[in-house]
């Protein structure tokens, strides 16, 4: 028994700049993250690549590197913005350690090579729940990660608002 009393965790939450992954970490620290245990909660962001195809845009005006600054400072605050929201989450969390990464490149990719360079005993990630053929034109992400890390996954459905919806 004394074995299993002090357990350590890597547990990454993806996390992104919908609700769903904030309150996919909120499901996680209440109900997986052991508040008297090493566990480590590792915030992942996937920062997505700027998509600049071309330096010239459909009227053929050049994008200068002011323009393309500024998206790139742009899209470092929205990474820093969604960050902090996740940090402010995990305020009282004790005796568990929070780190935050943000990493750049496609989702799927980001998450899944991050899992495994960790070492992570769980991945944990919300759902945008979108249909069937919604997810044939977009991909899903948290398929293709259940599918391609070695570690449990754990898909965190929001439920629907209370208003309107028929209660089971």
């Known amino acids: 028994m004394a074995d299993m009393e002090v357990q350590e965790r890597k547990i990454v939450v993806a996390i992104d700049e919908g609700d769903e992954s904030i309150y996919a970490l909120t499901w996680a620290i209440k109900n997986v993250v052991s508040q008297n245990s090493n566990d480590t909660v590792i915030l992942l962001y996937a920062k997505p690549p700027l998509k600049i195809y071309s330096t010239l845009d459909g009227s053929g005006y050049l994008f200068s590197s002011d323009v393309i600054m500024s998206m790139e400072k742009y899209s470092k605050e929205v990474a820093d913005s969604v960050i902090e929201k996740a940090k402010r989450v995990c305020e009282d969390l004790q005796n568990v ?69 028929k209660s089971s």
């Not at 919300?126 to 293709?144: C, D, E, P, Q, W």
């Open 97 to 165: 350690k929070v780190e935050a990464r943000i990493e750049k490149g496609d989702a799927r990719d980001v998450i899944c090579d991050a899992v495994e360079k960790i070492g992570a005993d769980m991945l944990v990630m919300g759902t945008h729940g979108y249909g069937m053929i919604k997810r044939a034109f977009l991909g899903s992400v948290n398929t293709h990660c259940a599918q391609n890390v070695k570690c449990p996954v754990l898909i965190v459905k929001k439920p629907k608002s209370e208003v309107g919806s």
